[in-house]
């Protein structure tokens, strides 16, 4: 996500999306991209959890993500639809040793930690151009 907004801010010249050719819808490769304040409220609800000892054991691992994946492209076309820029961009070779698809299983973390992620891509997207802005002072 920060090259997506450095690129569009004009820090980068344009943004490489590695491979093109991935067994996925678009051909690029898939993420489980998750808004820092869902990350945040997964990390409340977890340390409430320890306060209250309603946890399980001492030491508990919980994947934290959506659930879902999106391709960089998915990403690439959601902040061009919520900011109106359109991204300079290229499709390069794919990285040695990239993986093609990846998204977290959240199933025991939302049972139980009663956590959800509820942030969309758009949301996510936004987030992140309205952030970088502010770091540049515009």
Do not use: C
Not at 79 to 90: A, D, H, I, M, S
Request: charged share 25%; glycine share 8%; net charge neutral.
């Amino acid at each position: 996500m920060p090259f997506i907004t450095q690129t569009a801010i004009g820090i980068r010249e344009y943004l490489s999306v590695f491979g093109g050719d991935y067994d996925t819808p678009d051909g690029t490769a898939v993420r489980d991209y998750i808004h820092v304040v869902d990350i945040a409220k997964a990390h409340v609800f977890a340390i409430e959890r320890m306060i209250e000892n309603k946890g399980k054991a001492n030491l508990e691992v919980f994947n934290l993500g959506t659930g879902h994946g999106f391709s960089v492209l998915d990403v690439i076309r959601s902040f061009e639809k919520v900011t109106g820029l359109k991204l300079n961009y290229r499709i390069v070779a794919r990285r040695e040793g990239d993986v093609e698809k990846v998204w977290a299983d959240t199933h025991y973390a939302n049972a139980e930690l009663g956590w959800k992620a509820v942030k969309s891509l758009d949301d996510m997207t936004i987030s992140a151009w309205n952030w970088e802005k502010r770091l540049a002072g515009k």
